[in-house]
């Protein structure tokens, strides 16, 4: 599976942003894969933001963003939406998006790096204050 992520940009504190996460391959891997989006912070690691089951059924988010960010999927289009409101600067970092094949994935072990299989390249997003 290979992704590919934009709409970052600079947006003043209080505004939106969405996210994107174009994924390609062979239609049935695609059909199996969760997608999760990460961000990284300068001088931070690279730490969960949310994920989605491929079916969207079902969907996990970091404490920090919870209420603030949703995920969201358009199985037609293999696209990944993160739609991001209320940003404050602390949410400024480079996002990426991954993709998930992993046996051992759940949405429950969502925020662990490793069990991704894909990941994309990242888009800046910076929230002025």
């Known amino acids: 599976v290979q992704l590919q992520a934009s709409g970052g940009g600079l947006v003043q504190a209080g505004g939106s942003l969405t996210l994107l996460c174009a994924a390609s391959?062979?239609?049935?891997?695609?059909?199996?894969?969760?997608i999760g989006w990460f961000r990284q912070a300068p001088g931070k690691e690279r730490e969960f933001v949310a994920a989605?089951?491929?079916?969207?059924?079902?969907?996990n988010y970091a404490e920090s963003v919870k209420g603030r960010f949703t995920i969201s999927r358009d199985g037609a289009k293999n696209m990944v939406y993160l739609q991001m409101n209320s940003l404050k600067p602390e949410d400024t970092a480079v996002y990426y998006c991954?993709?998930?094949?992993?046996?051992?994935?759940?949405?429950?072990?969502?925020?662990?790096?490793?069990?991704?299989?894909?990941w994309g390249q990242g888009t800046l997003v910076t929230v002025s204050s």
């Open positions: 991954a993709a998930s094949g992993h046996n051992n994935w759940s949405i429950r072990r969502a925020e662990i790096t490793d069990l991704y299989d894909s």
């Open positions: 391959g062979h239609s049935y891997a695609l059909s199996t894969y969760a």
């Open positions: 989605i089951t491929w079916s969207g059924s079902m969907k």
